[in-house]
């Protein structure tokens, strides 16, 4: 079999297609999944991810699926050169989760770092054998985060981490993941990993399932400056943690238009309707509403909507967030039992991988 003519990185479409069957089932077996997802450590989580992606984690977590989440710190090293920080973002990643109701007291939910989890890393090593040079440099994501890195020389790591995020997907046989759309073509990678694998090892035998993606159905947030893209770093969005103060300070600063009537329109009016869109995210009411209600009000009456909505939504997950803080020998604790749970369950699929391969002593 030659490694290059089954690979394809899929479509939208049948991504989404997928998706929505398996949203369904979801609801009524939560105990037929168990779901894998997981976060770079590069910062703390600001409110785009939490509408983005992390209360849709949430929701799942709730609903009673087992859950492991991993924090994959060794891939701060491919884009970066910075690695001072990584320790302190991963217990603050950590402190986010738990804020936002991730509860690991539940027994079904592991929180790791995979650099802590050898049998997991392990897995890249046969798992680089069943991918191409070829097939890594066709990975649409990684080609716009080279671009984005503004980095001359590109390390091997920054190719090959879509095959060791197979890893952390495959090492607890996850049969669900959670993702936005930029992370379908590592998805893809690793359905075509555990498929090669259970082909070319596992006879009639699979030993990886292939595991399905969650589209979330997240809407887009734009930063507070009207770009693309809210991020800690572009200064544009309001963190978990920051203060009440601090989020008035960034909103009052926020993009507008001069149009004094309020309107959502997202397309001509982007800004305006970005803002509508968080406050609605926040209290579930319809952004025309919204807008409707400020009127002539303005961006000033928007604005202010905005702050009192947000810090509101935000006052419990804050509070959480100082109590967390005070404790710290929880938060590390949570870390320990799930590198602890994450070790046992890598330990006995590596088994059943070296057993595969036919490299049992
Ligand atoms: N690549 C993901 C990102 O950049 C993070 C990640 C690592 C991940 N391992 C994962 C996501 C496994 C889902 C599943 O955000």
């Avoid at 079904?108 to 995979?114: E, L, M, R, V, W």
């Avoid at 800690?232 to 507008?256: F, G, P, Q």
Wanted: proline fraction near 5%; charge should be neutral; glycine fraction near 6%.
């Amino acid at each position: 079999m030659s490694l290059e003519e089954k690979f394809d990185y899929g479509t939208f479409e049948a991504s989404l297609a997928r998706s929505k069957a398996l949203e369904n089932d979801l609801g009524s077996h939560p105990e037929k999944y168990r779901v894998l997802t997981g976060d770079r450590p590069t910062g703390r989580l600001h409110v785009g991810h939490l509408f983005g992606s992390v209360q849709n984690r949430v929701r799942l977590h709730q609903m009673g699926v087992e859950t492991f989440i991993v924090i994959a710190d060794y891939q701060v090293l491919t884009d970066r050169d910075t690695f001072e920080h990584i320790s302190e973002n991963v217990m603050q990643l950590t402190i986010d989760y738990l804020s936002v109701g991730i509860n690991p007291n539940d027994g079904k939910t592991f929180i790791f770092p995979h650099s802590h989890v050898p049998g997991l890393n392990q897995l890249l090593v046969p798992f680089l054998t069943l991918v191409t040079n070829a097939e890594l440099d066709r990975n649409p994501t990684v080609k716009e985060e080279i671009q984005a890195s503004g980095q001359k020389q590109i390390n091997a790591g920054m190719y090959v981490y879509p095959v060791h995020q197979a890893a952390d997907i495959l090492f607890c046989k996850a049969n669900v993941v959670p993702v936005g759309k930029d992370q379908l073509p590592h998805l893809e990678m690793t359905r075509t990993i555990a498929r090669r694998f259970n082909n070319k090892f596992a006879g009639n035998k699979p030993v990886f399932p292939e595991p399905q993606a969650l589209l979330s159905k997240a809407p887009i947030i734009l930063g507070l400056d009207g770009s693309q893209k809210m991020s800690k770093s572009r200064n544009n969005a309001v963190m978990l943690s920051a203060t009440e103060d601090e989020t008035a300070n960034l909103i009052k600063k926020a993009k507008t238009d001069s149009t004094r009537q309020i309107t959502y329109d997202p397309t001509n009016r982007p800004e305006v309707s970005n803002l509508l869109l968080l406050i609605s995210l926040a209290t579930g009411e319809a952004p025309e509403d919204i807008a409707d209600r400020i009127g002539d009000g303005g961006a000033g009456q928007l604005k202010k909507l905005l702050t009192e909505t947000l810090n509101e939504y935000l006052r419990p997950i804050r509070q959480k967030r100082k109590e967390l803080e005070s404790d710290m020998g929880y938060v590390r604790g949570v870390l320990l039992s799930g590198i602890q749970k994450a070790w046992d369950v890598a330990e006995l699929t590596l088994a059943e991988v070296r057993k595969a391969m036919n490299m049992e002593i």
